[in-house]
């Protein structure tokens, strides 16, 4: 383990995998492919559209690849990564053959995979069940843990929905396997490029706008506005060719939302106003760093977004998957659980594969190691514009 953090063998690494990947790139199906044709003239009467790219919810300040390679290769941080494969809490078809009597459940598969059900209605939520973060099966960020669920274990699902066309959220070899059920995939615009070239069928692909909504069956589907960009190419040749967002989910008796990848921005207020309060909120809060501070929350923000939308139960996310950042691997659920201690939120923290019943006393044990991690103070994250407001409660 030691090794594989050494600095000798990140840079040996980077250059094999540079040098590979440039030849084996232009032959990957998982990389997809941009928009054309009637997708694009679609895009062209968005409002985010820019004319080459989509435009962000507010400027940003895009990380440069160079400094985080080199604070990639010189970090020795031991704790980016588990020692061993994580435990999981395993679970099988059975344990979603009756739905939630309370009308509200949610089920963390890992990073960003949600199995949402909700007045009777069942929403996949990003799913993830690939071995690596990549559009390579030999190469990029191998999960942490084995998905705790069978695919083929799903229960039948009313939806699934995808929020941008990053590796640790659109996953080739999953949609492929999904895709055989006729299940309808919802997503932002553009990314439907992706599935068709994939071979989905146009009918089980659905594409929205921001506040674009949706009914499925009755239950009501919004893409919400994000902070962040999108693209799946090595050479960046596709960034910002598709739409990233948000979702909130509108049933009959309850609400929830889904922040998707994001930084910090005053439109969580109008979320919350619009579609609000929420039952349940998942908001990423991992793979945060000063350098892209832009596109990610972190935890404290996280917090701040979450009392933004009017979220009554928050559950963390986009963590204790795949090592995406240099943060210690514990760090985004101990800030989320203090950031939410100083601000009066209810975070749940859910083992890998438990589920989450909202609204109820459900108490969760601590279930990852003691780890020494980087403090709120010590390493303070705040997407630009809000450097004086960041995790406000949290860090004030």
């Not at 020795?76 to 009597?101: C, G, H, I, W, Y």
């Amino acid at each position: 383990h030691m090794f594989l953090k050494s600095r000798v063998f990140k840079f040996s690494l980077l250059a094999v995998v540079a040098a590979v990947s440039a030849a084996a790139f232009s032959g990957c199906a998982a990389i997809g492919t941009p928009p054309e044709g009637e997708r694009l003239a679609r895009i062209n009467a968005s409002p985010q559209w820019g004319g080459e790219t989509f435009n962000d919810v507010i400027p940003r300040k895009d990380p440069d690849l160079l400094p985080i390679l080199v604070d990639w290769i010189l970090d020795d941080n031991p704790n980016s990564s588990p020692e061993q494969d994580l435990a999981v809490m395993d679970r099988t078809a059975s344990d979603f053959a009756v739905k939630p009597a309370n009308g509200l459940r949610v089920t963390w598969l890992g990073h960003s995979t949600l199995l949402v059900e909700i007045d009777g209605y069942r929403v996949l939520i990003d799913p993830v069940w690939g071995e690596r973060s990549s559009p390579f099966t030999w190469a990029g960020p191998k999960r942490f843990h084995r998905p705790p669920l069978a695919l083929e274990d799903l229960p039948k699902l009313d939806a699934v929905v995808i929020s941008h066309d990053h590796y640790d959220h659109l996953d080739h070899p999953t949609i492929l396997k999904l895709a055989k059920s006729g299940v309808k995939f919802i997503m932002p615009l553009g990314v439907g490029s992706h599935f068709e070239h994939w071979g989905v069928a146009k009918g089980q692909i659905i594409e929205l706008d921001w506040w674009d909504s949706l009914d499925v069956k009755g239950l009501k589907l919004v893409s919400t506005p994000a902070r962040h960009f999108s693209g799946r190419a090595i050479t960046q040749s596709d960034k910002d060719k598709t739409l990233w967002s948000g979702w909130a989910f509108i049933g009959p008796d309850h609400r929830a939302y889904y922040s998707g990848d994001t930084a910090m921005f005053d439109g969580f207020s109008e979320i919350g106003e619009r579609y609000g309060p929420f039952d349940v909120t998942m908001i990423e809060t991992g793979a945060y760093n000063k350098r892209w501070m832009d596109v990610h929350l972190g935890p404290e923000q996280a917090v701040q977004a979450h009392r933004m939308v009017g979220g009554k139960t928050l559950i963390p996310v986009h963590w204790g998957t795949f090592e995406l950042a240099m943060h210690s691997w514990t760090a985004p659920i101990e800030r989320t659980i203090a950031a939410g201690e100083k601000c009066g939120v209810k975070v749940a923290s859910p083992r890998i594969g438990e589920s989450v019943r909202p609204g109820t006393d459900q108490q969760f044990v601590r279930w990852w190691p003691t780890l020494p991690f980087l403090s709120a103070k010590e390493d303070r994250i705040a997407s630009s514009g809000f450097e004086d407001r960041a995790g406000a409660c949290a860090t004030g």
